[in-house]
């Protein structure tokens, strides 16, 4: 007993479906790494430019990154 066609679509399909949805869940780690290490990143130059003292920079980095909604330092 073999298949009929529509039911070896459907699985062909499944099969992709599967197959795109794990490539999708892959880049979305992937991004979500790389985002993870570019704010420790920044979060590290943001901790030595206030231990070096340079607090102009310090001062106009974190008004770039805090949301417009927080109190922003002066």
Do not use: C, D
Not at 7 to 19: G, H, Y
Not at 43 to 71: D, R
């Amino acid at each position: 007993m073999t298949a009929a066609p529509e039911e070896k679509f459907i699985l062909i399909s499944m099969l992709n479906l599967t197959q795109a949805t794990t490539v999708l869940t892959k880049h979305i780690l992937l991004f979500l790494n790389i985002f993870s290490k570019i704010r420790l990143i920044v979060w590290q130059i943001i901790q030595t430019l206030s231990k070096i003292g340079n607090w102009a920079l310090y001062s106009k980095l974190l008004k770039t990154l805090l949301p417009s909604s927080l109190p922003r330092l002066n």
